[in-house]
């Protein structure tokens, strides 16, 4: 039976840089996977048109969003909120109260939902990751939002890999071989051309490193996603090996997961993950 992933990220491409790759592998054992930006984006950029009307990067930056989604067969939606605009608050808690009790079938939700730790660096991050962990409990209670039908169990959480270590170092559970889709994610990222090849070599002062041409482009940021996932499986070597004793991969993307959601057995780690 086909499982319900959703993947929910603060801007329109932290989910798909995150965990693109075991998005792909879910899609290809044909489960469903959603992704989720809980903003527009609008403020990821620096040219004057963009300043004038940020609802024309809006605009662009769905087109990508929804084309990287196409590269693995997902969907894309977004919430809809101002890039940096992300408060824990009421009316935002009860969107994503909404939003997780509606991605899957009525009464059951999402199987899974990945998202990033709530100690990110950047403000976004954190408070996508605060709302999403605020709305887990509320997700099986009747009267809250009653008009989306509450959940008879709630989902497992995980958060994907980051190198954060102030609060607490990021802790594998489990660690995804993706050496067969790591170009899939590569042409998940390039579908994002706005922020890979204008607004992060802006924000980094990396505009003379960074290719013009689609081929330059293209080795550029499958090289980045090579680099990046390889650091991870390193990262965990232990934890892979353990798994996979044995095993020979390149790259991979690892999760921890939530105190927050249902707790799931070895077992069922086999059947939550494509591993």
Known sequence: MSLYVL?????????????????????????????????????????????????????????????????IGATWETMGIHDGDVYVDIPSTEAMIRLIRSSGPPGK??????????????????????LVLDATYMLTVPLMCPDVRHLNRMPVFAYWQDSFTETAPFRADVVVPIDDVIEDKARMAVAHESQFFEWLPFNHGDFANTPKDEEGRWQFVLNSTCRRNRAV??????????????????????????????????????RLFPI
């Open 7 to 71: 993947c929910i990220g603060a801007h329109p491409d932290d989910a798909e840089f995150s965990v693109g790759g075991t998005a792909a592998r879910y899609c290809q054992r044909g489960d469903i996977v959603h992704l989720i930006s809980v903003t527009n984006g609008d403020r990821g950029h620096y040219t004057e048109e963009y300043r004038q009307d940020r609802s024309k990067l809006a605009a662009r930056r769905t087109k990508e969003a929804a084309n990287s989604a196409a590269v």
């Open 233 to 270: 499986r390193d990262a965990h070597a232990a934890r892979l090996d353990a798994q996979y004793p044995g095993n020979t991969c390149q790259y991979a993307e690892a999760f921890q997961i939530s105190e927050y959601g249902s707790q799931p057995s070895p077992e069922d780690l086999k």
């Open 109 to 130: 939700g999402p199987d899974i939902v990945l998202l990033n730790r709530p100690v990110d660096y950047h403000r976004d991050h954190r408070y996508t990751a605060q």
